[in-house]
């Protein structure tokens, strides 16, 4: 076969492959063989940083994973390794599992919204979040379907009513008026209980929705609403770590914190949406969010003329 056959064959240069006719016609095979097979690479890191790096992982970083170790060690330290690199490292050192080992069940994926504000995922993330420098709270958490971007996280005490009705307020006033929020099915948003179906059938967050045009969606599964529940996963790593080396051990500083934290995580995680266009709405004359938030009772005055309550929630 002529030279130039066989380089296109190879995938290699002419000339490469005159030098390895040459060695082959010396030495027979083994002369196709690299002299670089079982040395150490050119581009090996020195023995001495991987032992300071890993030091440094272990003292600090060891229930971190190699993505946000990395960047630590870039940010706080100074040592550049890639997170591949890092990650080999704490392979070896037993600090992170491969993904096989660490994957679960895998589900058909739902395409993502064209734009912004077309579909909010809400959900409740309760946890440790300060460790063991406070007590557990909820965290709870929009994420916009269309970008994966993070819109709004606050600290509470648990998932009731009157937090996401504040947390709504304060999404809405920042935003504007989403087309509709995807949620679970917590009481806080749809009545679970046949006897619980009185007047309108409607939970007091979802009345406020309704006063406001915004449509609120109830998920059949958790792994349907699977960008806020991987987001919870992310933020149960990726904030816990960044509250305790900002040392944050309170949900007032906790939620005083959270915009920074927003802001960094969207500038490494966020999409680009299909379609440029926002579908925020704004807020309207008629719309009274003071108003809308507020907890409803319906009562029927008696022939006495006493109130009695006839529905509760």
Same mark, same amino acid.
């Given at each position: 076969?002529?030279?130039?056959?066989?380089?296109?064959?190879?995938?290699?240069?002419?000339?490469?492959?005159?030098?390895?006719?040459? %060695?082959?016609?010396?030495? !027979? %095979?083994?002369?196709?063989?690299?002299?670089?097979?079982?040395?150490?690479?050119?581009?090996?890191?020195?023995?001495? @940083?991987?032992?300071?790096?890993?030091?440094?992982?272990?003292?600090?970083?060891?229930?971190?994973?190699?993505?946000?170790?990395?960047?630590?060690?870039?940010?706080?330290?100074?040592?550049?390794?890639?997170?591949?690199?890092?990650? +080999?490292?704490?392979?070896?050192?037993?600090?992170?599992?491969?993904?096989?080992?660490?994957?679960?069940?895998?589900?058909?994926?739902?395409?993502?919204?064209?734009?912004? $504000?077309?579909? @909010?995922?809400?959900? !409740?993330?309760?946890?440790?979040?300060?460790?063991?420098?406070?007590?557990?709270?909820?965290?709870? @958490?929009?994420?916009?379907?269309?970008?994966?971007?993070?819109?709004?996280?606050?600290? +509470?005490q648990s998932e009731s009513t009157f937090a996401y009705f504040n947390a709504t307020q304060r999404y809405i006033e920042a935003h504007g008026k989403p087309v509709a929020f995807y949620t679970d099915k917590?009481?806080?948003?749809?009545?679970?209980?046949?006897?619980?179906?009185?007047?309108?059938?409607?939970?007091?967050? $979802?009345? %406020?929705?309704?006063?406001?045009?915004?449509?609120?969606?109830?998920?059949?599964?958790?792994?349907?609403?699977?960008?806020?529940?991987?987001?919870?996963?992310?933020?149960?790593?990726?904030?816990?770590?960044?509250?305790?080396?900002?040392?944050?051990?309170?949900?007032?500083? $906790?939620?005083?914190?959270?915009?920074?934290?927003?802001?960094?995580?969207?500038?490494?995680?966020?999409? %680009?949406?299909?379609?440029?266009?926002?579908?925020?709405?704004?807020?309207?004359?008629?719309?009274?969010?003071?108003?809308?938030?507020?907890?409803?009772?319906?009562?029927?005055?008696?022939?006495?003329?006493?109130?009695?309550?006839?529905?509760?929630?």
């Amino acid at each position: 076969m002529p030279v130039r056959a066989a380089a296109q064959v190879l995938g290699l240069t002419e000339r490469q492959v005159w030098r390895l006719l040459k %060695a082959y016609r010396l030495r !027979g %095979a083994d002369g196709l063989i690299s002299k670089k097979r079982g040395k150490p690479s050119n581009r090996k890191t020195p023995d001495d @940083v991987r032992l300071a790096a890993m030091a440094i992982v272990k003292e600090r970083y060891a229930d971190f994973g190699p993505t946000l170790a990395a960047e630590k060690l870039r940010e706080q330290h100074g040592l550049t390794i890639s997170r591949e690199t890092l990650r +080999v490292w704490m392979l070896d050192a037993g600090l992170w599992a491969d993904r096989q080992k660490r994957r679960g069940r895998v589900y058909q994926p739902r395409y993502r919204r064209e734009c912004v $504000g077309e579909l @909010v995922q809400v959900d !409740g993330s309760e946890h440790y979040w300060f460790e063991d420098r406070g007590p557990s709270c909820t965290l709870l @958490v929009f994420i916009d379907d269309a970008t994966s971007r993070l819109m709004h996280l606050q600290f +509470v005490q648990s998932e009731s009513t009157f937090a996401y009705f504040n947390a709504t307020q304060r999404y809405i006033e920042a935003h504007g008026k989403p087309v509709a929020f995807y949620t679970d099915k917590h009481a806080v948003f749809r009545v679970n209980k046949p006897a619980g179906l009185h007047g309108d059938g409607m939970t007091q967050f $979802g009345r %406020a929705l309704k006063a406001l045009t915004i449509e609120i969606i109830c998920a059949n599964s958790s792994q349907a609403k699977g960008r806020v529940e991987r987001a919870n996963k992310t933020l149960q790593d990726r904030l816990v770590k960044e509250l305790r080396l900002a040392g944050v051990s309170t949900m007032e500083a $906790g939620n005083a914190f959270l915009p920074t934290f927003i802001a960094d995580y969207n500038a490494r995680f966020a999409k %680009a949406p299909f379609n440029d266009k926002d579908l925020h709405r704004p807020m309207q004359p008629r719309d009274r969010l003071d108003e809308a938030f507020t907890w409803r009772a319906e009562r029927t005055l008696s022939q006495s003329l006493t109130l009695q309550t006839t529905s509760s929630s």
